[in-house]
């Protein structure tokens, strides 16, 4: 079984910057694509960005390409997200996923970790 933990979500004015980090145990953390995902209230849970198992291929959704920056560090078995530029439009809980078919669609994730709460204030 695979285990996600997200922190990094907070309160913060349109214009500032978060970092979510997720960090995965229970199996080969390199051996695994990474995706985060956003649900705001009354809404489906929306693709934001994704990343390899090798972290050489990252795909974004329009409404965050050029503002976030998914990255990995093997390492210490963590994918990141950064986040510049903050709309109160990107204001949603933030999810990690782990092992997809599919980058862009949140049913063929295979693990999902607890989410962190971003709010973006005017």
């Known amino acids: 079984q695979v285990q996600l933990v997200e922190s990094g979500g907070g309160l913060v004015q349109a214009g500032g910057s978060l970092r979510l980090s997720c960090g995965v145990s229970?199996?080969?953390?390199?051996?695994?694509?990474m995706g985060w995902f956003r649900q705001a209230p009354g809404k489906e849970r929306e693709f934001v960005a994704a990343?390899?198992?090798?972290?050489?291929?990252?795909y974004y959704a329009d409404s965050v390409k050029g503002r976030f920056t998914i990255s990995r560090d093997n390492a210490k078995n963590t994918v990141y997200l950064q986040m510049n530029s903050l709309k109160p439009e990107d204001t949603a809980v933030y999810y990690c996923g782990a092992g997809p078919r599919s980058y862009y669609y949140a049913a063929t994730y295979d693990y999902w970790g607890q989410g962190t709460q971003v709010t973006v204030s005017s």
């Open positions: 990343i390899s198992w090798s972290g050489g291929s990252t």
């Open positions: 229970g199996r080969a953390f390199s051996n695994l694509s």
